[in-house]
């Protein structure tokens, strides 16, 4: 089974703010996904990150798939109450179209 | 266009009752996932289906947990008997089976007491 680990666990931060998350495992994925997942809703997918070195921008989210395919990091530039919520990235496992989920970051923005 | 729909939201029942929970996914879609989340162990893979057939159901718990996708528009997740620990939020998703993007619910929030 292919493993994901984020960090760190929970973010607590002012508005305005940058932050980083990350995304780290030992096996290759053929593509990564973040998502954002806010309470009593289901995760809402962000980006899919395909190709080793890979920088995807939404906005003031900057997402970037690393060189070997085996981490990936999400930075949020001037953070605001909005981007509140649990950041999930996911996987894609080499056989089937299944993913594997990180344990979550959890991200508070404080005004 | 409608999302993944999934009923209840909310179910509350007693140790050693039956649970059904239901799933309707997006037009089209062809593949099916559930999922459970809980703060101890995040959000893990029961199963999934491709074109109603079910692929993997290598992280469904135990013999109590089954799923069901009778066609293309409609899955259930039956829990027979429902134990305390089996309490979560379990999310069904879809998605195109040469597509990884996975839309989901929102989820079923069960409480076994």
Same mark, same amino acid.
């Given at each position: ?8 666990? $929970?973010?607590? @931060? ?48 900057? $997402?970037? $798939?690393?060189? /070997? ?6 930075? @949020?530039? /001037? /953070? ?14 080499? /056989?089937?179209?299944?993913?594997? $989920? ?10 | +266009?409608?999302?993944? &729909? *999934? ?7 007693? !140790? ?9 996914? &997006? ?5 099916? %996932?559930?999922?459970?989340?809980? !703060? !101890? ?5 029961? &199963?999934? %289906? ?6 993997? +159901?290598?992280?469904?718990?135990? +013999? ?9 528009? %409609?899955?259930?997740?039956?829990? *027979?008997? #429902?134990?305390?620990? =089996? #309490? ?9 089976? =040469?597509?990884?993007? *996975?839309? %989901? ?9």
């Amino acid at each position: 089974t292919q493993l994901l680990e984020q960090s760190p666990q $929970f973010l607590s @931060i002012q508005e305005g703010e940058n932050l980083t998350v990350y995304c780290n495992s030992s096996s290759v994925f053929s593509s990564l996904q973040w998502y954002r997942q806010e309470p009593g809703e289901g995760p809402v997918l962000l980006v899919t990150v395909v190709t080793g070195g890979e920088v995807k921008k939404l906005k003031r989210l900057t $997402f970037q $798939f690393g060189d /070997a395919r085996k981490d990936s990091s999400l930075h @949020i530039t /001037a /953070a605001q109450p909005g981007d509140t919520g649990l950041y999930l990235c996911a996987g894609e496992e080499a /056989a089937g179209n299944k993913l594997t $989920f990180g344990g979550g970051t959890r991200v508070l923005v404080k005004p | +266009d409608a999302g993944v &729909i *999934q009923s209840p939201r909310h179910e509350v029942t007693e !140790m050693g009752q039956e649970v059904t929970l239901r799933c309707k996914p &997006i037009s089209g879609h062809n593949s099916l %996932f559930w999922y459970r989340q809980t !703060m !101890m162990r995040g959000l893990e893979l029961l &199963i999934y %289906f491709n074109n109603n057939v079910p692929i993997d +159901d290598s992280g469904m718990p135990e +013999d109590r947990f089954s799923a069901k996708m009778p066609n293309a528009s %409609f899955s259930t997740l039956k829990i *027979q008997p #429902s134990e305390p620990r =089996d #309490s979560a939020v379990y999310f069904c998703a879809s998605s195109l089976t =040469d597509n990884y993007e *996975q839309y %989901f619910g929102p989820g079923t929030r069960l409480t076994v007491t």
